[in-house]
């Protein structure tokens, strides 16, 4: 199928894929990082995090991955010249999963805050007041209360995320775009393979998309729907 | 940091900044007025109106934007019917492909959106408006529109931000917005930092008028209109 081309774009599919759960994993890092320093008592904490949120959103992903992999890169070859290693080169993955993880973990900040803000706070004082330690009650009692408020805008984070994976293309990745770029070229047929590229996405998203369904119906179990 | 660069490079920020604000407001005026039509027949009772609405949106939201410029830009000009059409001349231009792509996405987003803030106009207002006499043109013109753009303003506040990021996008079809001009002067110079430091600052500062101008028109047109209506 696809002119022969059919397993290149599967494997970078794959690629695409393995960016999302990298960024996914950093963002969701510096998502609870971020969350924990905003509900902290801490001014300075709490300003650095406001600071992070803010300046992400104001600025393109290409261009903070550009930041990222160029900069990276110049900051590489003089900390190279100075320990005299040969040769060092920033690895496009790193650089765009970093990125991607980057912006998006300022976004997960926001949902985690906003879920934890969501339970009610007798629930956290009742689990203390059980003799639970805070991670207990966190793990037992408000975390998958959290889940229950934080899926909806997860879902819509991931879907988001997994549609800006396209961009990692860019740094030199042969991820999904790449390879749909070279089979175009190379066939002389750039719709056919940039509609399959898009087809391959359009699946993933779809599938995402079912699972997080299945997921907001499992965590609001026992909780009681109101129609209008 | 070399400030002198940065100021050597200027004009060509000045530039693309320019380029950039005018393709974000052409994809948005151009979606917005695809974007009217299309919400109301996405709302339509019959499935055979609303569910062709529903898979335009469902699949340019399902798919990057770059996929759907690539597709216009690059993909197009593999049909010989299109390279012998009238329209091939547009078609080969990079402004005008980037704008028909801007355009078709922030139109599918707007549709979901607009259509949303018109479900959520109370079935009562509806019903009074039946109940004058009005026809659905008349009730959607006077009733349900004017409800469901105040109702939208902070949903499409976010769009109009992420259409302005996403038009960084661009440059990678040779346009010299300001994302190309940070890139230029990466290679002109190699100053990475400079060069999309820069750009990062012009985008941030265009967000946050951007930002100001929607808190602005929410309080001038939602909150006066939710404060009378709740």
Known sequence: MLQGYGASLLTGAGLSIAVAFVSLAIAALLGVAGALAKLSRSRVLRGAAQAYTTVIRGVPDLVMMFLIFYGGQLLLNRLADRLHWDDATIDPFLAGTLTIGFIFGAYMTEIFRGAFLAVPSGQREAALAYGMTPLQALRRIVGPQMLRHALAPLSNTWLVMVKSTAIVSLIGLSDLMARAKNAGSSTQQPFLFYAAAGAMYLVFTSVSELLFAWLRRRYAVGVRQVRL | ?230
């Open chain 2, 1 to 230: 940091m070399d400030v002198d660069a940065i100021r050597a490079s200027l004009p060509a920020f000045a530039s693309g900044a320019l380029t950039t604000i005018e393709l974000t407001l052409a994809a948005l005026a151009f979606g917005m007025a695809a974007a009217l039509p299309l919400a109301v027949l996405r709302g339509w009772p019959s499935r055979w109106v609303a569910g062709p609405v529903w898979a335009f949106t469902y699949v340019i939201r399902g798919t990057p934007l770059l996929v759907q410029l690539y597709l216009v830009y690059y993909g197009l000009g593999q049909f010989e019917a299109v390279r012998d059409s009238f329209a091939w001349p547009w078609l080969r231009s990079a402004w005008f492909c980037t704008i028909a792509a801007f355009t078709i996405n922030t139109c599918a987003y707007t549709v979901e959106i607009l259509h949303g803030a018109m479900r959520a106009v109370p079935g009562g207002e509806i019903e009074a408006a039946r109940a004058m006499g009005m026809t659905r043109w008349v009730m959607l013109r006077r009733v349900v529109l004017p409800a469901a753009l105040r109702r939208m303003l902070p949903a499409y506040g976010n769009e109009v931000i992420f259409m302005l990021q996403a038009t960084s996008l661009a440059s990678t079809v040779t346009l010299l917005d300001l994302t190309g001009a940070a890139g230029e002067m990466n290679s002109r110079f190699y100053l990475p930092f400079e060069a999309f430091l820069t750009a990062a600052a012009i985008y941030l500062a265009i967000t946050t008028t951007l930002v100001g101008l929607f808190h602005a028109a929410e309080r001038r047109w939602l909150m006066p209109w939710q404060a009378r209506t709740s």
